[in-house]
């Protein structure tokens, strides 16, 4: 068996908080609003990759992957996306009763950064 790609975990491991961000929004959030976040977790990352990708190839640029093993680092770094977003799902249970949609669309957009990154990384070999 291979290894695990640390960039295909990290996109795995921000999916779990998300799903728990639109749970905890949904149960304590403003009621009837669970289709449009399940909507905006899956419409906002299936944009932000190639939407994303279409902008840095016109800028010109070129982003490794969040991971990578040249530095040791960037993996502690790149554990903040899904810590975020666990904090983020704690919002809904302090403060009931709001629309959560924006605190979804960023954990969702953190959550297409790490899918780009995942992608990335199983391009570059």
């Given at each position: 068996?291979?290894?695990?790609?640390?960039?295909?975990?990290?996109?795995?491991?921000?999916?779990?908080?998300?799903?728990?961000?639109?749970?905890?929004?949904?149960?304590?959030?403003?009621?009837?609003?669970?289709?449009?976040?399940?909507?905006?977790?899956?419409?906002?990352?299936?944009?932000?990759?190639?939407?994303?990708?279409?902008?840095?190839?016109?800028?010109?640029?070129?982003?490794?992957p969040m991971i990578h093993p040249e530095a040791a680092s960037t993996a502690?770094?790149?554990?903040?996306?899904?810590?975020?977003?666990?904090?983020?799902?704690?919002?809904?249970?302090?403060?009931?009763?709001?629309?959560?949609?924006?605190?979804?669309?960023?954990?969702?957009?953190?959550?297409?950064?790490?899918?780009?990154?995942?992608?990335?990384?199983?391009?570059?070999?």
């Open positions: 068996m291979k290894r695990i790609e640390p960039n295909l975990l990290l996109a795995v491991t921000t999916a779990i908080p998300l799903a728990l961000l639109i749970a905890t929004a949904s149960l304590f959030g403003a009621p009837g609003q669970l289709l449009k976040y399940v909507i905006i977790a899956v419409l906002v990352p299936a944009a932000f990759v190639p939407l994303n990708a279409l902008m840095a190839k016109r800028m010109g640029t070129r982003r490794p502690v770094w790149a554990s903040l996306f899904p810590a975020l977003i666990i904090l983020a799902a704690g919002v809904p249970v302090i403060f009931p009763g709001h629309d959560y949609g924006l605190l979804v669309i960023i954990a969702a957009v953190f959550f297409g950064g790490t899918v780009e990154s995942a992608i990335k990384a199983r391009q570059a070999g």
